[in-house]
């Protein structure tokens, strides 16, 4: 189940990365879905943003920097995949 699940999540995210890089599909298809990708992104930044920062506050320090070191290489990571998607 979770290989279906893993397998369908991938197929639909590489789709939706296809379009927004395919210049023959109308605007307005691309920058809904180039939003939709920014939006899912950010969101599991703000999770780990706000797991972080419920660690800190419970005094669990070390767990709460590893949750901000794991938080700021996805979010390098992000930066990095979107300037060489929009490079494209």
């Known amino acids: ?31 809904p879905l180039f939003i939709f990708i920014n939006a899912l992104y950010l969101v599991i930044l703000g999770i780990f943003l706000i797991i972080s920062i419920k660690l800190f506050t419970k005094k669990e320090i070390l767990g709460g920097v590893v949750m901000l070191f794991i938080l700021f290489l996805l979010l390098i990571l992000y930066i990095c995949f979107f300037r060489k998607l929009l490079k494209k």
């Open 1 to 31: 189940m979770d290989f279906l699940v893993e397998l369908i999540g991938e197929i639909f995210l590489e789709g939706i990365l296809e379009v927004i890089r395919n210049k023959k599909i109308s605007k307005w298809i691309r920058y």
